[in-house]
Structure formats: C-alpha cells, structure tokens
C-alpha cells in the first residue's frame, strides 16, 4: 500500500498504473519534439534543395542553355559508375539509425566533368549545396526511425495499461 500526501491509500495497481501513465506522457512528449524536429529538417532538405536550384540556374544563365541541360547527363548507353555517397545502417543507443559514407570502392564519377572543365563557380557551390542537403535526408530519416519506434513503445505501454486495468 502506498500514502498519497491527502492521506488516502492506494493499492499497487493503482499505483503502477499512474506511473505507467507518467511514463506514456514522457513518451508522448518525447513524439511531439521528434515531429518538431523532423519538420525542422524538411524545412531545411527544402531550403537546401531551392538553393542548390537556384546556383544551377545561375551556372546554366552563365555558361548558356545547351551547356547545363539533361542531354550532358548519363544515359542507360553511357559506362556503369557507382554512387560517390552510400548510406550503412548503424546501431547507435539501441535503435536502428542511417550513417552516411563515402563510397572508397568501385568506379565513382565527379559529376561536375559532365559540363566541361572550366565550370563556374556556382556550380560547384550547387553540387556542395546538394552533397549537404544528402545529410539532412539523413538526419530526417533517422528521426523517422525514432518517431516508429516511439509509436511502438506507445502501443506497447497502452496495452500493458489496459492489461492492468482489466
């Protein structure tokens, strides 16, 4: 039996159900920061991906129409190369999370020969703009994999309460 400060006692279920309560608010709490989060960094992918067009837009107005256009682009007739950026699963704090790599292996292409050797500047910056941009869908994803795991915890904690109550 436990005392509550208004002087009347509780039983054991009673009580573990209200701590069981507290911690489904914690949990919840902790689901509404990571949807916070993750609307944060959408904003940001958005934000990164309008500015990496932007400098396209800019290289393609400097060096003309045809040198900027998806005919210098590779075709399914052009030579197998791989991705220079790979994404590993990792376990980190006891959940499943994505890390980003640099692909050391194979045959990598640097996109930026596609448009000649002498590119602007803007281009270059566009291609920075896009490679970080791969970050922040990272990070986004990985704050998916906590917000489907929170959700199951939720359920999990939900039915434990029902289980005790009935």
């Known amino acids: 039996m436990y005392v509550l400060s208004y002087g009347y006692f509780l039983s054991d279920e009673v009580a573990v159900v209200n701590a069981a309560n507290e911690l489904l608010d914690k949990i919840i709490l902790k689901q509404l920061h990571l949807m916070e989060e993750k609307m944060c ?36 007739c052009s030579a197998e190369f791989e991705a220079s950026t790979l994404c590993e699963d990792i376990i980190e704090d006891g959940t499943k999370q994505l890390k980003v790599i640099k692909n050391s292996g194979g045959i990598t292409v640097n996109p930026m020969r596609w448009f000649g050797v002498l590119v602007p500047q803007n281009l270059h910056k566009a291609q920075s703009i896009f490679q970080n941009s791969i970050n922040y869908v990272v990070e986004c994803a990985n704050i998916q994999l906590k917000i489907l795991e929170n959700l199951k915890n939720i359920e999990i904690l939900k039915k434990y309460i029902s289980s005790i109550k009935d």
């Open 41 to 76: 960094c959408e904003l940001m992918i958005e934000s990164s991906i309008n500015n990496g067009s932007f400098q396209l837009a800019k290289s393609r107005y400097i060096m003309g129409q045809s040198s900027v256009s998806m005919t210098r682009l590779p075709t399914e």
